[in-house]
């Protein structure tokens, strides 16, 4: 795995005082390097973030904003997405209690001795969900040469189930 040094999105949360922090953070290509298999091969984002610190957990809110390059379903080219959503996240000092109810917002337990709060993943996660179950280029700007290649592609499957098809068609005619 290439290592990247995404330090940071680490944010020290140990002298941290109570109440809220503001911070702001670029995602640029290399913050995907680290994930080999991701469907995300580039971006231009901004995050705006509010980390609120009280006693006992860390409210952390963002909003996304900018272009993620993913691959188009269609013609596999380079597809760029625009984005812009919000995201929380809730960090709880403590151990990790499954009893609690978590009520659908994302939680993340820390021991309380942890002096760093780690948000690559938080980010990680929540830019692969704002991506749109479909993903293809408008139809005049998919690859037309990748197109007329699957085209080709997908004649040729047909044309083999047609051949594998045909001994039980002869079966059919028999028993009938
Ligand atoms: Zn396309």
Known sequence: MKKVNNIEYIIPIKGLSIGKH?????????FFEEYE?????????EIELTLDK???FIDVK??????VITECDRCLGELELEIDFMASLLVRFGKIDPEEEIGG????FLDPSESELD???FFYDYICLALPIQRVHKEEECDPEILE???SHAVVSEQKIEIKESPFDKLKTLMN
């Open 54 to 56: 009280q006693a006992t």
């Open 149 to 151: 290649k699957l085209k």
């Open 22 to 30: 503001y911070y702001n953070f670029t995602i640029g290509n290399s």
């Open 37 to 45: 298999k991701s469907e995300i091969f580039g971006a231009n984002l």
């Open 119 to 121: 948000l690559r993943q």
């Open 62 to 67: 963002g909003g996304f904003k900018g272009t």
């Open 105 to 108: 917002e994302e939680v993340l």
